[in-house]
């Protein structure tokens, strides 16, 4: 395994958005969901985590909510809103277009 | 919804800050624990994971600041944490900044009230009806010597009826009335406007009561109306409605008041109070005349024609005129025309822009000083800035603390000049009635809005040189230098420097305008007036026409008892009467011809100022009789035909011959000169001119200004005066009751305003710039106490440290001076025309300019200068 990668600006909006369609959760398991599914590739800093969820509550495409998590703890839940579903959608869109002309680069060329 | 969502997210940010900060860190905190329970559970003891996990988080400050960044209204938590800081900074040095505060309020107070004034006088349109195509209107004088010379009637009426210009034209001339009491009232003297039928809508303006006159009105056996202004109005018939259409008596006639004027309402000027149908107010005869200039006009252009075309057309209808009476020299030959609003303010425009300059240099000066004091503050803070700067505090942070604490100095600043010009704004209004437009004035949001911007400039200006004179990549070299306890850096002093220069500058400049300005005031104050202005009393009387008819016996009997018993008054040394004394102004001007002289070619004319006086009158002014004698006052009516000339007279129309005894014709009577007196001057400010004075035992004027001459305090005598004035006739108003010194200082009010505010600015910028000084001195000498101290220990005698001292504080001071010098002869020479007998480089304004301003330099520098050589060389070099 290499050095874990540095996200690309906005890209990391996108995992967010895209781990919490599928239920509410709080920032460690944002952290480390988007980790496994990478296969450990992807790596989120709390650095860079926390002020992108922030600056998503803040645009209304995520809420958040405190709820008591598996250890029994009150922790900061976030999930998608509508208009967050949306962005996902959006976001989703451009990201394939632009992977697939990436992709037809790297290749081709 | 999103919106909705954002709006309660920005709320909550908002109004629930504290509580979203302590889940932030309860979040952080969180996380924190699961990667210590992971770490555990990997098999870590206790305390390595969480040392582990405290390594991996990195810094939790930051990350929190990084976290919170992203919140809506950081930029406002930031800006109060500013605010916060730069309220406890300036706390920490209250003389400081009640110093900085009030120096800028004095700015921004003269500033404000100079630019309430220029906006309000010359600025805002006239309060009229599109009143960007009102003009006044002037006949062009035959003999070129009056382009803008006033109307006569028939060559307005002319204008009336041909020109294809104008929608409407109006003309106006001045009307004293005295307006009799009703119910135990006294009368009382008001100033009007003897105006045609349409000049309120030329100028577009309706009553606020009642109606406007009809051109029916407007004529001699039209009934006598009159319209009333609202101040008038309310204060002497207490704003009763009733008053409408009810009669009043003016000079004895009555007249209907036909309608009130708005409030606000001011043409010609804020004095006049009556307004009534001139056809009706002067006598037929005289409304026909194409000679006699007495009335001013104003036309209202129609649309799409312009002011030149609208010259043009009246000019073509003039010249017409002028050719068909070549006779009579006093036709003009053409039309000029002013706008209404530089007709109307066209005197006061340059002294009020020099003025607002004025107020601008005292701003420019007292943004320079709280700047000075920023760097000073600056430099006494070097240490802690670069600490702050070495631990990682943002330049731009640094930056915008800095503007805060310079806002927050302007923005006090500003409040407190905003009042200071309130304050102001009321002092003028009650000083210079006599201005034109002066009820305009008044602050406005437009002024508040001035203010606001002048204070951001403050703040920026003073804020940035500040910043600008520390460096980042000079924060080693501060550290170490202020170690090494040595000089002050060189970049820091110089730009004070050059601030004290430019200040220094500034300050003579506004010195140099405000002695000119002094100068011609005084020049003009001391001007021979050609006759006594010690203990001389007068008062304006005029008897109404309607009792005492000219020409004919009733006034000449009035004026001649009151002079009798005025005369016996103890403590009364002289007294008489004539039209108008000097320095009163130049009234009118008659034509005349010397029988004795060949005939004047056809279409000249000789004429001269004209004036009726009675045989005692000279003698009470102390104008001197030079030869013959004066009017024989036993010659009344038709038998008084004397006349009596100055001597700038006989010097123009009899240079080579003797004048006593030869005949003055005048209006068909001849007159001989029986006397010749000496020259006075109309006014102040003008040179003598030829005067032509006749008797007033006439009979043929019925208003004058009695002049009371005593070797005792003259102005107990006012009293006993006008109660003999008011038992001959109790419905008599005197008015305008001066010593001559109070009749001469009111003309020159504006020469003596301008000087005087001149005079407090430039002493301000003075003051200002000799604590500059002093301040800046006072701070290089005790940042170089060491260095001072090793060469006093090292054998340096004190007078070599003074004069050291003293040399570097002058040096700013003496480039400033010359500085100052060349911009001021630039200045100068364009206010040349508010000038009288002084020239724009006045060499004793010039040298005695220099000579203050180098002797308050000096002072100012003295003090720390002779602090710095008493210095006791141990303890200066023990207290680094």
């Known amino acids: 395994?290499?050095?874990?990668?540095?996200?690309?600006?906005?890209?990391?909006?996108?995992?967010?958005?895209?781990?919490?369609?599928?239920?509410?959760?709080?920032?460690?398991?944002?952290?480390?969901?988007?980790?496994?599914?990478?296969?450990?590739?992807?790596?989120?800093?709390?650095?860079?985590?926390?002020?992108?969820?922030?600056?998503?509550?803040?645009?209304?495409?995520?809420?958040?909510?405190?709820?008591?998590?598996?250890?029994?703890?009150?922790?900061?839940?976030?999930?998608?809103?509508?208009?967050?579903?949306?962005?996902?959608?959006?976001?989703?869109?451009?990201?394939?277009?632009?992977?697939?002309a990436i992709d037809l680069i790297v290749t081709e060329a | 919804m999103r919106w909705l969502a954002q709006l309660r997210m920005r709320i909550q940010m908002l109004f629930g800050r504290g509580k979203a900060a302590a889940h932030l860190d309860d979040e952080l905190q969180f996380h924190l624990e699961q990667q210590i329970a992971e770490n555990l559970a990997a098999g870590m003891s206790a305390e390595e994971a969480r040392f582990a996990a405290l390594w991996n988080f990195g810094n939790p400050a930051l990350l929190r600041e990084q976290a919170r960044a992203t919140w809506s209204w950081t930029w406002l938590e930031l800006l109060m944490r500013d605010l916060r800081y730069g309220v406890r900074t300036l706390a920490r040095t209250p003389g400081f900044a009640a110093i900085?505060?009030?120096?800028?309020?004095?700015?921004?107070?003269?500033?404000?009230?100079?630019?309430?004034?220029?906006?309000?006088?010359?600025?805002?349109?006239?309060?009229?009806?599109?009143?960007?195509?009102?003009?006044?209107?002037?006949?062009?004088?035959?003999?070129?010597?009056?382009?803008?010379?006033?109307?006569?009637?028939?060559?307005?009426?002319?204008?009336?009826?041909?020109?294809?210009?104008?929608?409407?034209?109006?003309?106006?001339?001045?009307?004293?009335?005295?307006?009799?009491?009703v119910r135990g009232q006294l009368p009382e003297k008001v100033h009007g406007a003897a105006c045609t039928w349409n000049l309120l809508p030329t100028l577009g303006v309706q009553p606020a009561l009642g109606r406007n006159f009809t051109e029916a009105d407007d004529r001699h056996s039209a009934n006598a109306t009159v319209l009333m202004s609202w101040g008038l109005w309310k204060r002497r018939f207490g704003g009763d409605p009733a008053i409408l259409n009810q009669t009043i008596h003016l000079d004895g006639q009555p007249y209907t008041v036909i309608g009130i004027l708005p409030s606000g309402f001011a043409y010609p000027d804020a004095s006049t109070q009556l307004w009534t149908p001139v056809y009706h107010y002067k006598p037929a005869e005289q409304m026909d005349s194409l000679a006699a200039h007495q009335f001013q006009a104003i036309g209202r252009l129609k649309p799409g024609i312009t002011a030149a075309q609208g010259v043009a057309d009246l000019s073509v209808i003039t010249r017409r005129l002028h050719d068909q009476h070549l006779d009579n020299p006093f036709v003009s030959k053409a039309a000029n025309i002013k706008p209404l609003l530089e007709d109307m303010v066209g005197d006061v425009k340059q002294p009020l822009y020099v003025l607002l300059a004025a107020t601008c240099c005292v701003l420019l000066i007292a943004c320079l000083n709280v700047a000075n004091l920023l760097v000073a503050r600056a430099a006494a803070r070097r240490k802690e800035l670069a600490i702050r700067t070495a631990l990682g505090g943002g330049r731009l942070r640094l930056l915008r603390e800095r503007l805060m604490e310079s806002f927050l100095l302007s923005a006090a600043g500003g409040a407190a000049g905003l009042l200071l010009a309130y304050g102001a704004v009321h002092w003028l209004l009650s000083t210079r009635k006599d201005m034109s437009r002066v009820e305009a004035i008044h602050i406005d949001g437009a002024v508040a809005a001035f203010t606001v911007g002048l204070i951001v400039l403050c703040a920026l200006f003073a804020g940035l040189i500040s910043s600008l004179s520390t460096k980042s990549n000079q924060l080693l070299l501060s550290l170490q230098d202020s170690a090494r306890g040595s000089s002050a850096g060189r970049a820091h002093t110089m730009l004070r420097r050059s601030l004290l220069a430019a200040e220094v500058g500034l300050t003579v400049v506004l010195l140099v305008a405000a002695g000119l300005l002094l100068k011609s005031y005084q020049?003009?104050?001391?001007?021979?007036?050609?006759?006594?202005?010690?203990?001389?009393?007068?008062?304006?009387?005029?008897?109404?026409?309607?009792?005492?008819?000219?020409?004919?016996?009733?006034?000449?009997?009035?004026?001649?008892?009151?002079?009798?018993?005025?005369?016996?008054?103890?403590?009364?040394?002289?007294?008489?009467?004539?039209?108008?004394?000097?320095?009163?102004?130049?009234?009118q001007d008659e034509d005349f011809s010397v029988v004795e002289h060949p005939p004047l070619p056809q279409g000249t004319a000789q004429y001269a100022i004209y004036r009726f006086a009675?045989?005692?009158?000279?003698?009470?002014?102390?104008?001197?009789?030079?030869?013959?004698?004066?009017?024989?006052?036993?010659?009344?009516?038709?038998?008084?035909?004397?006349?009596?000339?100055?001597?700038?007279?006989?010097?123009?129309?009899?240079?080579?011959?003797?004048?006593?005894?030869?005949?003055?014709?005048?209006?068909?009577?001849?007159?001989?000169?029986?006397?010749?007196?000496?020259?006075?001057?109309?006014?102040?400010?003008?040179?003598?001119?030829?005067?032509?004075?006749?008797?007033l035992d006439e009979g043929k004027e019925n208003a004058g200004t009695l002049v009371i001459r005593s070797s005792r305090d003259v102005k107990q005598l006012a009293m006993p005066v006008q109660r003999i004035i008011q038992e001959m006739d109790h419905d008599l108003p005197v008015s305008d009751v001066l010593t001559m010194d109070q009749l001469l200082g009111k003309s020159t009010m504006d020469q003596s305003f301008n000087a005087t505010l001149l005079v407090v600015f430039a002493g301000l910028s003075l003051v200002l710039a000799a604590v500059g000084l002093f301040g800046v001195l006072s701070y290089i000498v005790s940042q170089r106490t060491g260095e001072i101290g090793i060469r006093i220990a090292l054998g340096a005698q004190r007078e070599q440290v003074l004069r050291k001292v003293l040399f570097d504080g002058l040096r700013p001071a003496l480039f400033g001076l010359v500085f100052g010098l060349a911009a001021s002869a630039a200045a100068a020479r364009l206010m040349r025309s508010m000038l009288y007998g002084t020239q724009p480089l006045d060499l004793v304004v010039f040298v005695s300019v220099a000579a203050m301003l180098l002797l308050v330099a000096a002072l100012a520098c003295m003090v720390p200068a002779w602090r710095a050589s008493r210095l006791d060389p141990m303890r200066a070099l023990r207290t680094e």
């Open chain 1, 1 to 100: 395994m290499g050095k874990p990668v540095d996200l690309v600006q906005g890209t990391l909006d996108l995992l967010i958005l895209k781990t919490l369609s599928l239920e509410a959760m709080h920032g460690w398991a944002i952290a480390k969901r988007i980790q496994q599914v990478s296969r450990e590739v992807l790596q989120v800093q709390q650095g860079s985590l926390y002020p992108a969820l922030h600056r998503l509550e803040q645009q209304g495409w995520i809420k958040a909510k405190w709820a008591e998590s598996e250890t029994g703890r009150q922790a900061k839940f976030y999930s998608l809103t509508a208009a967050g579903r949306r962005q996902l959608e959006g976001e989703t869109a451009n990201w394939n277009r632009l992977s697939a």
């Open chain 2, 100 to 181: 900085a505060v009030l120096v800028i309020a004095l700015g921004i107070g003269a500033n404000v009230t100079m630019f309430t004034v220029v906006r309000s006088v010359l600025l805002k349109p006239l309060p009229f009806n599109d009143p960007d195509r009102l003009v006044a209107l002037y006949e062009h004088s035959a003999d070129d010597q009056y382009p803008y010379n006033i109307i006569a009637p028939g060559v307005f009426a002319e204008w009336q009826k041909q020109n294809r210009t104008f929608s409407s034209l109006a003309f106006f001339g001045d009307a004293e009335f005295n307006l009799s009491g």
């Open chain 2, 523 to 587: 020049r003009l104050r001391s001007s021979d007036l050609g006759c006594t202005t010690q203990n001389v009393l007068t008062m304006q009387i005029g008897l109404p026409g309607a009792r005492y008819k000219t020409p004919g016996l009733a006034p000449v009997n009035f004026f001649e008892t009151l002079l009798t018993r005025v005369r016996a008054l103890p403590g009364v040394d002289e007294a008489g009467i004539a039209e108008a004394v000097p320095g009163q102004g130049y009234w």
């Open chain 2, 614 to 695: 009675d045989s005692g009158f000279f003698a009470a002014m102390g104008i001197p009789l030079l030869r013959g004698h004066t009017f024989d006052p036993n010659r009344k009516l038709d038998q008084a035909d004397q006349a009596i000339v100055n001597a700038a007279f006989v010097k123009q129309y009899f240079p080579n011959e003797d004048p006593l005894g030869k005949h003055l014709h005048n209006e068909k009577k001849d007159y001989e000169i029986v006397g010749i007196v000496g020259d006075t001057r109309h006014s102040l400010a003008e040179d003598p001119k030829p005067i032509q004075y006749y008797p």
